[in-house]
């Protein structure tokens, strides 16, 4: 029977795929022209939708419990990967097949998540609950401030969306996004197994790092 870590890290794959296959199906609704049909009526947005829904309710919270958090990060990568690969393919969008650049980048993001699978740490990642709420809750503080900063300068001052700040401070956006969503699945999951106790105290704590969670996950991909 394979390590946790080893299920988990396929578990994570497999998340990554349901999502870069949701994001193109939404792409493909918007190409197709379904933003002007009725909500029912427009299925490939709502299978989408799907594939993203079952990767955070039900890949992602599998995940998060029995593979170490800093061995996930990295794994995000790969969302990028499937989505480029299955572009070039054809099937779900209009053909778009890579440029030299992208497939070296390609490249690069598979050899640093085959590095970081083989040689990272591979226990259950879930260190002792106090020191870690304490972590989650200064790196979640930090992030969601500067995010919500950043909505409100480009709000007020109106930073052009084809500008070189607006793409590099939304970027930064979309990463504390999703920073502050692994650490709270991460949070949520390790609080739900491990946690002794069945008082409100661990209740209200689960709550209160599910909101962020799932506030920052549509965010991320608005970003």
Sequence with gaps: MPEPYVF?????ICGCFSSAAGMLLMK???????????????????????LLVVNATAIDLIAYGITPLSLIAPFAGLTIVFSTLIAA?????????PTPRSFVAT???????????????????????PRMTTTSVCFTAGSFGYTLGWLVVSKVFRVSPGSAAYTLCSSLASACCG?????????????SSGFPGQGPRRCQTIHAFALPAALCRPAQTRN
Aim: glycine residues 12%; negative net charge.
């Design 107 to 129: 490249l690069l993001v598979l050899a640093g998540v085959t590095i970081v699978s083989v040689f990272g740490p591979h226990g259950d990642g879930s260190p002792e609950i």
């Design 179 to 191: 920073m502050i969503t692994q650490v709270a699945i991460k949070q949520v999951c390790v609080l």
């Design 89 to 97: 393919t054809g099937l779900l969008t209009e053909r778009e097949l």
């Design 8 to 12: 988990g890290i396929m578990m994570i």
């Design 28 to 50: 493909l609704s918007s190409d197709v022209g379904e933003h002007e049909q009725p909500l029912w009526r427009r299925w490939r947005w709502g299978l989408g939708f799907l």
